[in-house]
């Protein structure tokens, strides 16, 4: 599998050949990927470490329900990311002025467009936030709170890279995050995506020890599934995600993977109708910082009327997701 290298927030911090940095992929800035892919330590492992490091996380039992409820054919779920400047303050010494007010264009202008959106449609959403978003930017809670509708869920403190952290430090970090969304919004986050979908061997662990109902970053299907851990059954589902459904680096118009926008239409469209077509689900990620802007806010305004027209829905906030398909399936 080979990935170019996009973008201008390079982990300094990582210094590893792998990073899956501010919705980009980045492994290395060769043409095939070939060259540069010198080091391969799995070469050297025997079978059993190899299926121990595979199996640390995997995809159990699908928790695909035999109905979702009122008849609907497929869930809908709307994530948007309120990431903001979060990701250039975490990352750089120097933080980019001109990143950080890019970033700022979802406080001040992105999240009410999308928020409005929902709410003339009566679209129920989740909001995975760095609380840093919140701390930099507090009357974000009255926007999205304002419909009663809607779910906060944690998206890291500062969007930190887990895979760079000791399982100390990365545990802090959600803990820091969920007691402060707790305090911002009144009610303890059930939810956890990790920034960049950037988990880390240990970040299982943390969020089964604080108690999640669920985690929505791993990409091992496209129905809900509960993740096991060394082979055994956690009882934390996972609602998956996918890089073809989240904005953030097909719409950087500075990347080499730049899409238009009403490309991306057909292909969310494409998904969602095959996910109406097999009564799955369609999970669509976005950020207010990027889909907010004029020319990206018709195609979502798009999307949900395509979806609507098809009728027999379920528009859902990822917890009811998670709480109904553990439900159904006698989690
Ligand atoms: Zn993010």
């Not at 792998?18 to 990927?33: E, H, R, S, Y």
Request: proline share 6%.
């Amino acid at each position: 599998m080979t990935f170019k290298m996009v973008r201008q927030f390079v982990p300094a911090l990582l210094g590893t050949a792998l990073g899956v940095v501010a919705g980009c992929l980045v492994v290395d800035a060769t043409a095939d990927g070939a060259a540069a892919q010198t080091d391969q330590p799995g070469l050297y492992l025997d079978l059993d470490e190899i299926r121990a490091i595979a199996d640390r996380v995997r995809a159990g039992r699908s928790l695909q329900p035999a109905a979702w409820p009122n008849g609907a054919r497929v869930a809908v779920m709307m994530s948007f990311d309120v990431d903001n400047d979060t990701i250039t303050i975490a990352r750089n010494a120097e933080p980019s002025i001109g990143a950080m007010s890019q970033g700022e264009y979802g406080a001040r202008v992105g999240l009410r467009r999308v928020v409005d959106l929902m709410d003339r449609h009566g679209i129920p959403a989740s909001f995975f936030i760095p609380a840093v978003s919140l701390v930099l930017r507090p009357e974000m809670v009255d926007v999205i709170q304002a419909s009663g509708r809607h779910e906060f869920a944690v998206h890291g403190w500062i969007h930190e890279l887990n895979s760079a952290l000791d399982a100390e430090t990365e545990r802090d970090l959600v803990v820091r995050a969920t007691n402060y969304l707790e305090q911002a919004t009144g009610r303890r986050p059930v939810g956890y995506r990790a920034p960049s979908w950037d988990f880390s061997p240990n970040t299982l662990d943390i969020i089964r020890g604080l108690g999640f109902l669920y985690d929505s970053s791993l990409m091992a299907d496209d129905r809900p599934y509960e993740l096991l851990q060394n082979g055994e059954p956690t009882g934390m589902v996972e609602l998956p995600v996918e890089w073809i459904l989240d904005d953030a680096p097909l719409m950087n118009p500075r990347g080499n993977s730049y899409t238009p926008p009403r490309e991306l239409l057909q292909v969310y469209i494409d998904e969602f109708d095959k996910a109406y077509e097999e009564g799955t689900m369609f999970l669509l990620t976005t950020h207010p910082h990027v889909i907010g802007h004029r020319s990206r806010m018709v195609i979502l305004e798009e999307l949900i009327d395509h979806i609507k027209a098809r009728g027999d829905v379920w528009f859902a906030t990822h917890e009811q997701v998670a709480r109904y398909v553990k439900e159904q399936a006698g989690l």
